[in-house]
Nanobody, 118 residues
């Protein structure tokens, strides 16, 4: 049973930082790519960042240069370091496991709320 549990969300002022964590269980963590997504109220869920099993990273243009995704295979955890936060970063943030074949995110966490005040 794959489980993904996010933590680290909260309320922060614009310009501040947060680090999100996603603890994974029930899978061979090091073999999978992992991703972060977010969904703001009234908007569709959007891609934020991805890290492959080989540590290659991809970012949405909106967060490039401000957010950093990383992973610790010994702890079965993926992180999202968020710096220079903006009010438009306010959303529920989700982590997900990515399969290669087919290319899809198939397991999701419950989400953690990030609120950035202006």
């Amino acid at each position: 049973q794959v489980q993904l549990v996010e933590s680290g969300g909260g309320l922060v002022q614009a310009g501040g930082s947060l680090r999100l964590s996603c603890a994974a269980s029930g899978l061979t963590f090091s073999s999978y790519a992992m991703g972060w997504f977010r969904q703001a109220p009234g908007k569709e869920r959007e891609f934020v960042a991805d890290i492959s099993s080989g540590d290659s990273t991809t970012y949405a243009d909106s967060v490039k240069g401000r957010f950093t995704i990383s992973r610790d295979n010994a702890k079965n955890t993926v992180y999202l370091q968020m710096n220079s936060l903006k009010p438009e970063d306010t959303a529920v943030y989700y982590c997900a496991r990515r399969r290669i074949m087919p290319y899809k995110y198939d397991y999701w966490g419950q989400g953690t709320q990030v609120t950035v005040s202006s």
